[in-house]
């Protein structure tokens, strides 16, 4: 494998490479179907994606919950609730007795169809981690498109009004992330900022707040070079490194299933089509050839200690306080 200069920094500070020691968090990208299309998305999800997770696939998946059993199993897209297997898909996690967090744009809930997903969530005890760029209306809009943020506070609402994000236990967390090419403010103090805000203009209530840097890839990566902005960024994220993020990257313990079964170290590496490669079986003809991971061949004995697949865009997991899907590293 070549050395990039995110292995190099990695191994000055180390000594060696990055490599895994588990599994926590079973993340699953059901989809790059959405209803949105947001300037800062690292995929590029959006309306006319038709990339959607097999219920086959899914099933491969729960067997490899069943035999792992991960601390938590974290469902992502473009818009999850956009694959119609998604119900029987939490309702088996469940089932098996897993945590099961869903990450939901909130715009997604309003859709005609979607009546019925508050109370499946609430009946089903999902956790749920909303994004939210901005507690005003001018930068979400911006960034996600007109009439967004209005729904987004509407979609709030239904939630609280469930339980969600208030004293009654059905956890809602927000994900902030940066309109554009700078890292995030201070996680605790923009946490304080947006409780003040959402509750004094909106009566809106939520358990944390997340902070995620913008990762240079997928449609974001477009953006940053469409207006020449992308060196910029990209020395802003380098200058930053934090070698203190380096032992909490969320890749050290967990895996992220793409649409299609393929495994990947995070969802950073499934919107750079950089999948785990796997070691092809067979005689001297075969030896030291690769191919991707697909789910249905992830054997937790061999692949859960492994070499991490890096690339220039993980310095946007180690600048400043860190970041990953969790929030920030520090
Ligand atoms: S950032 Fe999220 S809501 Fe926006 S297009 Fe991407 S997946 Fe959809
Ligand atoms: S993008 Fe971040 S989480 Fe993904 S492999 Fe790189 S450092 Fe790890």
Known sequence: MMENHFDQK?????????????????????GLKC???CTHCHLAAGPDRNELMSWETMQTVIGVARAVRPKLVDITGGAPELNVHLRAFVAALRGDGHN?????????????????????????????VASLPCYLKQEVDSVRGEGV???????????????????????????????????????????S????????????RFNNLLTITNMPVGRFLATLRKGGNY?????LLRDQFNPATLDRLMCLNQIDVGW???VYDCDFNLAAKMPVQVEIP?????????????????????????????????????AGAGSSCEGALQ
């Open 260 to 262: 299609d079964g393929l």
């Open 149 to 191: 943020f209005e729904k987004s506070i509407a979609a709030l609402r239904l939630l609280n009004a469930a339980g969600f994000g208030t004293e009654s236990g059905h956890a809602l967390d927000l994900m902030f992330n940066p309109e554009g090419d700078f890292l995030p403010p201070p996680q605790a103090q923009l946490e």
């Open 231 to 235: 060196e910029q960024y990209r020395q």
């Open 35 to 37: 209803n949105q299309i």
């Open 10 to 30: 990695v191994r000055e500070l180390r000594g060696r490479e990055l490599e895994t020691n588990g599994l926590d968090i079973l993340q699953v990208n059901v």
């Open 100 to 128: 099961v967090q869903v990450r939901t744009n909130l715009t997604m809930l309003l859709e005609p169809g979607m009546e019925w997903i508050i109370d499946f969530y609430k009946q089903s005890s999902v956790k749920l």
């Open 282 to 318: 067979g005689g001297d003809a075969e030896k030291g050839k690769k191919r991707p991971c697909h789910i249905r061949d992830f054997d937790p004995a061999t692949y859960l200690i492994r070499r991490i697949r890096t690339a220039e865009h993980c310095f946007g997991c180690t």
């Open 193 to 204: 900022d947006y409780r003040r805000e959402l509750q004094n203009n909106f009566g809106i």
